[in-house]
């Protein structure tokens, strides 16, 4: 099952030190059922250029969780209109597929030739590369069917990483007024049952994030978000939901290791996963053997544009 909480604000993760539980107790939750996907490839480095998400930027640490049918679903249920929807830093375009699962057709973008060499073919889903696409840019436009056009953006673990303005920018002029939505969502260290270690081994890495990413590590509750709440978070307030998935302790090790604050200290000379962090991160974890059943907390923020906006 897929579970929808609606998160109070709440304390910054630095000075929010309580259990998971104390924290989870903090939600009110609608239930809705969903089956978990396939994980993702993982990178690291991300570095914005443009609103676009650099090639690395929107793909990190997605590659551990899996995006759930039914958050497609519910999105779908939003939009007036079932034709055009845009997947913005798609990645090897795991996203996009969901969506196509409700529209007519999705072009998804990506500032990396190399990811979209690698994404996933399917009949409904456009690829295109954007290396220097802007708020401003035509061409795009074009490319989407015309300014009022599309009827859902999503953007999955990447919104962190844009210009916002620019972004938002364009998002106002491609969706269709009234009846578009858009949706941006992304995860981060709250991973049950183990939230309490990946908490402590947040914390070592801190020093090492790029500014930014302090939007994801606080759940998206600060991230800016200018449109109008459809029941799906709003701007401040942000949704909840989990996305439940099977990992190995080799594979939490993979998913640390692509976190770009890892890679960011490595590039310094510091190694935060050396061979003794490793062993403990194992003890904790129940042993290198064992196949843990986690769920992944994710954030949600959707809208439309507002009735007053002048795009």
């Not at 699962?101 to 954007?130: F, G, I, M, N, W």
Request: proline residues 5%; glycine residues 10%.
């Amino acid at each position: 099952m897929l579970t929808i909480t609606g998160h109070s604000r709440g304390k910054d993760f630095i000075q929010d030190h309580r259990t998971s539980e104390a924290r989870d107790s903090d939600n009110q939750n609608i239930t809705i059922g969903v089956p978990s996907r396939d994980a993702r490839s993982q990178i690291e480095d991300p570095r914005p250029d443009g609103w676009a998400v650099h090639q690395a930027g929107c793909r990190v640490r997605r590659g551990a969780a899996a995006l759930p049918k039914d958050l497609f679903v519910k999105l779908a249920s939003l939009t007036a209109h079932h034709r055009v929807a845009w997947d913005v830093g798609t990645g090897n375009g795991q996203a996009a597929i969901g969506v196509a699962e409700h529209y007519d057709s999705v072009v998804a973008t990506d500032v990396s030739a190399e990811q979209l060499r690698r994404a996933v073919p399917h009949p409904k889903v456009r690829y295109l590369h954007t290396p220097d696409a802007g708020a401003d840019d035509d061409d795009l436009v074009a490319a989407l069917g015309g300014e009022g056009c599309v009827d859902l953006i999503t953007v999955a673990e990447a919104a962190h990483w844009f210009d916002l303005p620019a972004f938002y920018g364009a998002a106002r002029r491609l969706l269709r007024k009234p009846g578009g939505v858009i949706a941006v969502w992304g995860y981060n260290y709250r991973v049950s049952p183990v939230e309490d270690m990946m908490s402590r081994f947040l914390h070592t890495t801190l020093p090492y994030w790029d500014s930014r990413a302090r939007y994801v590590i606080d759940g998206y509750r600060d991230l800016p978000f200018p449109f109008d709440g459809v029941g799906l978070g709003k701007e401040g307030e942000p949704a909840g939901f989990d996305m439940e998935h099977e990992m190995a302790f080799p594979g939490l090790v993979r998913m640390l290791r692509s976190w770009s604050a890892v890679a960011t200290a490595r590039q310094r000379g510091v190694d935060l996963l050396d061979e003794r962090v490793v062993r403990r991160l194992e003890e904790e974890w129940g042993g290198a053997s064992l196949v843990r059943k986690v769920t992944f907390k994710a954030f949600l923020l959707a809208g439309t544009v507002r009735a007053d906006d002048p795009a």
